[in-house]
């Protein structure tokens, strides 16, 4: 079983930065796909960022592109979420989350989420 517990969350102005940070509890495996979703206020939860555990590949949503980025610590068993150049439209509860493989859309595990206000 794996727990995620983000952090890092918290309010900013447009223009600037946060670095969330997630650390996960239990046995992360080479295979494990670590990500980030967000979900505003009215809005579906979207995919954020993706980075699997073993190899390092990056993947982002084309919103983000450029100005966020995904990393990960396996020694320290974190996946981080460096976000520049912060938007209002970035406001949002950040979720935390992973999957065993990167087959499949399904995620098994996710955190309970880091509110990201950022103002205008």
């Known amino acids: 079983q794996v727990q995620l517990v983000e952090s890092g969350g918290g309010l900013v102005q447009a223009g600037g930065s946060l670095r969330l940070s997630c650390a996960a509890s239990?046995?992360?495996?080479?295979?494990?796909?670590m990500g980030w979703f967000r979900q505003a206020p009215g809005k579906e939860r979207e995919f954020v960022a993706t980075?699997?555990?073993?190899?390092?590949?990056?993947y982002y949503a084309d919103s983000v592109k450029g100005r966020f980025t995904i990393s990960r610590d396996n020694a320290k068993n974190t996946v981080y979420l460096q976000m520049n150049s912060l938007k209002p439209e970035d406001t949002a509860v950040y979720f935390c989350?992973?999957?065993?493989?990167?087959?499949?859309?399904?995620?098994?595990?996710w955190g309970q989420g880091t509110q990201v206000t950022v103002s205008s």
């Open positions: 980075i699997t555990w073993g190899a390092g590949s990056a």
């Open positions: 989350t992973a999957k065993r493989s990167s087959f499949g859309p399904r995620y098994d595990y």
């Open positions: 239990g046995r992360i495996f080479s295979t494990y796909v």
